[in-house]
């Protein structure tokens, strides 16, 4: 017996999983008893040579040559975006395959449709390759941490966000040199507005928060901010105050309601995370029974991302093999049990903050701006002023008690209207609760 | 529809799952589309309060209640040991009753009789919270990463230890002392020998092989050695030379062999695995596919291991719900697949090593010592000799290259017979493919 599987998209991931399943064959026959055999592979390219020997006929063009091929069991997605992608993946279930995708922008916009389309025909969907590459998280909140109530999710989800910021830090560098030189690595895209502006971030957040919470997210309820606005200045000041600036993905049960946000944020340097540098992904989670967990790894390239697909093509073939329908649901939660949650609103966050004013030096100045500040019930923790040149502007940093990000933003305009400040403030958001809960 | 469960061992362990399934009851049943009943309860001591409740006539002294109840589906077995643990586990088997166990004890000793008991009757046996507590370790090895060959583990997987070790470095105070503490705090046993030697390391990691390599390992083919004999001196040193020591299981791939050993190990500073402090524990894999990843939590306590024991519980409830027989193989590998495996002789192994001499302070000491570790093919990577008293005892620190093991020890013998050689020589295994890796 050989379970079929059909690849569509035939390029970087998709390569990848050629060479796991044939460098790997051995050990993935060894564990299902049978062999996993790809049957066809359909890419709109069948010229370009991979790397990978692939036999004859194997190759189409034409995608319906994978989803109409009664013997193919599982068709694999990896052509990404959210149209074309769509229609195969709804076709797919309509001929009875089962389906393994990477496609985070996909299953965070139509989400609800497609786990749906899936469930209705008891059919699996796997969708590890969609959140950190190769490491196994989101089986983890399927699974492994199933018992728990997930209090909170803190990712470290990007890795081209996180080799931007750990080389400013390491280099002292400033985001626009940075930037390009990991697109001449490439390790940033030519147009890199997904990565730095938080936006796949974002997607990826919105798959966690389906897991944990058993919900279909929308997107557009979660905030999302950029590390493009991040000077060398702020990654300076971030370290003498104690902390790491990180492009998180944040998920916080609170009060009823979900915190759903992506921005740079100040982590305590003695945090776990604070230490995930480069491309590594990690996903810091607490569970109300497990406490603190950590899972760390490559969370994009070709090997670890094949790494997901080829575990859920073998997750959903060991129920072939037995006979047995998919034992999981898309999100694990029974479909009567999903529901609608609310978002909180970012107006009501209360946090503590990152200030920083462009100020005039001149006497008076961080009166009138604590003045404001207070105005707005917004206590200061502390403060660094460097260099002083008389007259002229000096970076003056504040960091700041919790306070009501409401409050924060009209305090912010306020400030940036007085004559001795002459840009716009810079701010960023600190968990100083990853410190204590570490 | 429910399913009901049966619990033997009311301890710290069966009442954190009590706890859990209490507390998180709704989040299950969202997830399983049916609630998991708590139907009987074994302990010899019926009396104490856990201050948890317990329904009336669930708790009985008779293990025999739970295992000969009809009702009851899933038995978890939580009294430890090796002997009565092992009946009852087989017993259940017989009885036709899926098991969930946290003995580490008793898997690596028995390992393969308990696996293929579950295997010859098609009954699940979830062992997930037998290491690394609450982290789903386990999980990420029969399934998440299930597409790789797993060319190396390295955990820290005894809380203990890893409490003991990082006081030792943060407040610079001897092995005796601290472990005094932690027994006050009730961190480490009366007896410690266990947590301390290694041999619950050793347990755990017997296990981790078993299910990276598809194998019924033998725990006394696994070396072993703890950390008591690890001084203050030792740590500082460590530190010195930009390492961290911490009491590591070490599984590798290497040659057609596999290297399984358990040893206070010196561990590059930079390395994540550096960073676990206290009581947390975290291993560190490497697969061929997925590359560097990292699991990290809580090894131990009620709520973190009843997390584990849970999840083992739903899991296998998914299965009954769906009228599917269990979708794993005990070890997650084919039973006609698995094999024994080759362990390497620690005489072959080749690493750098850290060597601490007791020296009387006189001149030449250094090129006699050198000498002797020449004559065995072992060159000097680097020498720290501090604190000069003439003509007393100084420590005296080399670190070296590679070297081969066997070579080694009997340059150790030859080195303790020089007279001015005045103590048994220290050595620490040094893995400096962990600073590469990362």
Same mark, same amino acid.
């Given at each position: 017996?050989? $379970?079929?599987?059909?690849? $569509?998209?035939? +390029?970087?991931?998709?390569?990848?999983?050629?060479?796991?399943?044939?460098?790997?064959? #051995?050990?993935?026959?060894?564990?299902?008893?049978?062999?996993? &055999?790809?049957?066809?592979?359909?890419?709109?390219?069948?010229?370009? @040579?991979? +790397?990978?020997?692939?036999?004859?006929?194997v190759?189409?063009?034409? !995608?319906?040559?994978v989803?109409?091929?009664?013997?193919?069991?599982?068709? $694999?997605?990896?052509?990404?975006?959210?149209?074309?992608?769509?229609?195969?993946?709804?076709?797919?279930?309509?001929?009875?395959?089962?389906?393994?995708?990477?496609?985070?922008?996909?299953?965070? %916009?139509?989400? !609800?449709?497609?786990?749906?389309?899936?469930?209705?025909?008891?059919?699996? /969907?796997?969708?590890?390759?969609?959140?950190?590459?190769?490491?196994? /998280?989101?089986?983890?909140?399927?699974?492994?941490?199933?018992?728990?109530?997930?209090e909170?999710?803190?990712? $470290?989800?990007?890795?081209?966000?996180?080799?931007?910021?750990?080389?400013?830090?390491?280099?002292?560098?400033?985001f626009?040199?940075?930037?390009?030189?990991?697109?001449?690595?490439?390790?940033?895209?030519?147009?890199?507005?997904?990565?730095?502006?938080?936006?796949?971030?974002?997607?990826?957040?919105?798959?966690?928060?389906?897991?944990?919470?058993?919900t279909?997210s929308?997107?557009?309820?979660?905030?999302?901010?950029?590390? #493009?606005?991040?000077?060398?200045?702020?990654?300076?000041?971030?370290?003498?105050?104690?902390?790491?600036?990180?492009?998180?993905?944040?998920?916080?049960?609170?009060? +009823?309601?979900?915190?759903?946000?992506?921005?740079?944020?100040?982590?305590?340097? *003695?945090?776990?995370l604070?230490?995930?540098?480069?491309?590594?992904?990690?996903?810091?989670?607490?569970?109300?029974?497990?406490?603190? %967990?950590?899972?760390?790894?490559?969370?994009?390239?070709?090997m670890?991302?094949?790494?997901?697909?080829?575990? @859920?093509?073998? @997750?959903?073939?060991?129920?072939?093999?037995?006979?047995?329908?998919?034992?999981?649901?898309?999100? #694990?939660? *029974?479909?009567?049990?999903?529901?609608?949650?609310?978002?909180?609103?970012?107006?009501?966050?209360?946090?503590?903050?990152?200030?920083?004013?462009?100020?005039?030096?001149?006497?008076?100045?961080? *009166?009138?701006?604590?003045?404001?500040?207070? &105005?707005?019930?917004? &206590?200061? #923790?502390?403060?660094?002023?460097? +260099?002083?040149?008389?007259?002229?502007?000096?970076?003056?940093?504040?960091? %700041?008690?919790?306070?009501?990000?409401?409050?924060?933003?009209?305090?912010?305009?306020?400030?940036?209207?007085?004559?001795?400040?002459?840009?716009?403030?810079m701010?960023?958001?600190?968990?100083?609760?990853?410190?204590?809960?570490?």
């Amino acid at each position: 017996m050989a $379970i079929n599987v059909g690849l $569509i998209g035939f +390029g970087t991931v998709g390569t990848g999983v050629v060479r796991v399943l044939k460098e790997n064959a #051995s050990v993935i026959r060894d564990k299902l008893g049978c062999e996993v &055999s790809l049957k066809r592979i359909a890419d709109l390219d069948t010229k370009t @040579d991979r +790397g990978v020997k692939v036999e004859k006929g194997v190759l189409t063009e034409n !995608a319906d040559d994978v989803i109409n091929d009664p013997d193919i069991a599982i068709v $694999i997605e990896l052509i990404g975006g959210t149209t074309v992608a769509k229609d195969i993946i709804l076709k797919a279930f309509e001929k009875g395959k089962h389906v393994v995708t990477a496609n985070k922008a996909l299953l965070s %916009t139509h989400g !609800a449709e497609i786990f749906q389309a899936a469930s209705s025909k008891s059919l699996a /969907i796997g969708f590890e390759a969609s959140v950190g590459g190769g490491i196994p /998280i989101l089986k983890a909140l399927r699974e492994g941490l199933s018992a728990n109530r997930i209090e909170s999710i803190y990712g $470290i989800i990007n890795g081209t966000a996180n080799y931007i910021l750990t080389k400013m830090e390491s280099e002292g560098r400033k985001f626009e040199e940075v930037l390009a030189s990991a697109q001449e690595k490439g390790y940033a895209e030519l147009d890199p507005t997904y990565d730095v502006e938080g936006i796949d971030t974002a997607h990826k957040l919105a798959i966690l928060i389906n897991l944990a919470y058993g919900t279909y997210s929308r997107l557009d309820s979660i905030y999302t901010e950029g590390i #493009s606005r991040i000077t060398e200045l702020d990654v300076r000041f971030a370290k003498e105050f104690g902390y790491r600036i990180k492009l998180l993905a944040i998920a916080k049960a609170s009060d +009823g309601a979900i915190e759903a946000r992506v921005h740079p944020t100040m982590v305590p340097e *003695s945090h776990p995370l604070a230490k995930v540098d480069g491309v590594f992904n990690a996903v810091f989670l607490h569970g109300n029974a497990v406490g603190d %967990t950590m899972f760390y790894g490559r969370g994009a390239g070709m090997m670890p991302t094949a790494s997901a697909v080829v575990a @859920d093509v073998m @997750d959903i073939s060991r129920d072939i093999v037995k006979g047995s329908p998919p034992r999981l649901t898309p999100l #694990s939660y *029974s479909e009567k049990a999903i529901k609608g949650v609310k978002i909180k609103d970012m107006d009501d966050l209360e946090l503590p903050y990152y200030l920083r004013f462009s100020a005039v030096d001149k006497p008076g100045v961080l *009166s009138k701006i604590s003045g404001v500040l207070g &105005s707005h019930n917004i &206590s200061i #923790s502390s403060v660094i002023q460097k +260099g002083r040149r008389l007259g002229e502007a000096v970076p003056l940093v504040i960091t %700041t008690h919790n306070a009501l990000e409401k409050e924060l933003r009209l305090a912010m305009a306020e400030i940036e209207k007085l004559d001795v400040v002459l840009d716009r403030v810079m701010f960023i958001r600190i968990e100083e609760s990853l410190g204590a809960a570490y």
